[in-house]
């Protein structure tokens, strides 16, 4: 995810007065959210910024979504499949849905009983407990007008209304569960097919591959389909008069960008995609998704975001956007966070990527924009965590003091270890999840040495770090 420049500036400020310094080892551990997701029949995954996202007891393969979307009237109808194998015996379970009216639930077939607690827990009750181990299937059928959100500090997150009169869907840490029944955590990633119906007129662009698109009745059809495993907040859908461009890169990788009304001078900058594709893969390692691409918006929203495949970008998005959103298809989408309170893992590895491009591409001395943004920078912008910052100041500091972090990271290593780092993080959890305390140590393993200290310095405390971990290796005066 990539802000808007004035919101970053001023969510950040309000941040600072709540940030404290405590050691390392006077942080709270909580459980891992691996282990609450194996909790049969809990509200929740485990994450305690988020307590009531996801739930536990079962592990998700696979999405079936169908919706039936009139703009006019902008109600949405669904009919989503979860395929999923439980952890233990299910006496009953729930997946996340926030508002509609639902009609139906069964699981494998057989009517199941539900009911609605709290904000978004539809609780579900099958005829016959579902068996530890067994692969099972739950359909639920509902409509309704989806209900926007505001999130305190993003703004509208998930299903929102354009100018146009369609609609989108984008948002962290969840927007899922605003128009379909899921186990809403990037803990449980799945496999995700929508097909999408929108009057004759409009059209649909989501993740993944588009597998068909036909019109009958006046009402067009599409499929998307993404067969890599995906965390909820990365699926989207997109209903508008897009303009479509069609090509593919070099290994033939499908490539599909979709133009909003009145932003179709945005392809000058989506040109460059296969470039910074190219780029990338020199740093990270080869490109892990399926397809690529481009949704490209005419909404003034405060964030563009790193939705699977195909990024979402706000009307003010130019190239440095580009280059932090496909950053994020290895950093955040293929390698996929445990916990909410690691997304520097996310965050803080493309925002850097955009000083990695300034460098390879423009001949930005590295080196001396990061002693001059160090001299620059007074103690409240110090004074934030990049690891386990506090629910609601995850998308602060990751932004800025995560690029000045990660750099000197890399002088820490020097370049043959630092880009040993970058690509064994990518390959080795690809696909997957991971966390901070498995990055701190492959950084150890690809070290040689306890690098512990410097980390502790730059990710996990507050506070400007001593000169030794701030000037390490060739950034030394």
């Known amino acids: 995810m990539v802000r808007a420049r004035v919101v970053c500036v001023l969510l950040a400020a309000s941040a600072l007065a709540a940030c404290t310094t405590p050691t390392r080892q006077e942080e709270p551990q909580p459980p891992e959210p691996s282990e609450q997701a194996k909790v049969p029949g809990a509200a929740g995954i485990g994450d305690p910024y988020y307590p009531d996202d996801g739930n536990g007891g079962y592990d998700v393969t696979g999405y079936e979504v169908a919706i ?45 009983r539900f009911s609605r607690e709290g904000a978004h827990e539809l609780v579900i009750t099958p005829a016959a407990p579902v068996a530890a181990g067994a692969v099972f299937r739950t359909r639920v059928t509902y409509a309704g007008k989806p209900k926007v959100e505001k999130d305190a500090t993003l ?9 146009s009169g369609g609609a989108f869907v984008a948002g962290e840490p969840h927007s899922a569960s605003s128009w379909f029944p899921v186990n809403d955590h990037p803990l449980d990633k799945a496999t995700f097919r929508l097909t999408a119906r929108v009057p004759e007129g409009w059209s649909v662009v989501s993740n993944g591959r588009e597998e068909s698109t036909g019109t009958e009745g006046g009402w ?106 496909q950053a994020h298809q290895w950093f955040g ?15 803080c590895f493309a925002s850097y990527a955009q000083w990695l491009w300034d460098e390879g591409e423009n001949g930005v001395d590295l080196d001396r924009l990061y002693r001059t943004t160090v001299a620059r920078k007074t103690d409240s912008y110090w004074d934030r965590k990049l690891v386990d910052m ?24 020097g370049e043959e270890k630092f880009d040993t780092l970058l690509k064994r993080w ?27 200290p410097f980390l502790d310095a730059w990710f996990r405390r507050a506070g400007k770090p001593g000169d030794d971990d701030l000037y390490p290796g060739s950034l030394r005066k």
């Open 333 to 347: 989408n293929s390698v996929s966070l445990e916990r909410w309170s690691d997304v520097c893992l996310n965050e």
């Open 220 to 325: 067009t059809t599409s499929t998307w389909v993404e067969p890599n495993r995906i965390a909820p907040y990365l699926t989207t859908v997109g209903i508008d008069k897009w303009t479509f461009d069609r090509s593919a890169l070099p290994d033939g990788t499908p490539v599909v960008d979709a133009y909003a009304p009145g932003v179709v001078a945005k392809r000058s900058v989506e040109s460059r995609l296969p470039q910074v594709l190219a780029f990338l893969a020199g740093k990270f390692g080869p490109y892990p998704q399926s397809a690529a691409g481009g949704i490209f918006l005419n909404e003034g929203i405060s964030f563009s975001l790193e939705t699977q495949t195909r990024p979402i970008y706000a009307k003010w998005a130019e190239l440095d956007v580009v280059v932090h959103e």
């Open 155 to 163: 703004g509208v997150s998930g299903w929102q209304i354009s100018a």
């Open 426 to 452: 990518t390959s080795t959890h690809r696909d997957g999840n991971a966390s901070w305390a498995d990055f701190e140590a492959l950084v150890d393993e690809v070290a040689g040495t306890d690098l512990r």
């Open 68 to 112: 039936s979307y009139d703009p006019a009237t902008k109600r949405l109808e669904g009919d989503t499949t979860v395929a999923a194998t439980a952890d233990a015996a299910l006496a009953r379970f729930n997946l996340d849905l926030t508002g509609y009216d639902v009609s139906a639930v069964e699981v494998d077939g057989t009517e199941a």
């Open 390 to 413: 506090g629910a609601g100041k995850e998308f602060t500091a990751v932004y800025d003091k995560g690029q000045l972090a990660v750099h000197a990271l890399r002088r820490k290593l």
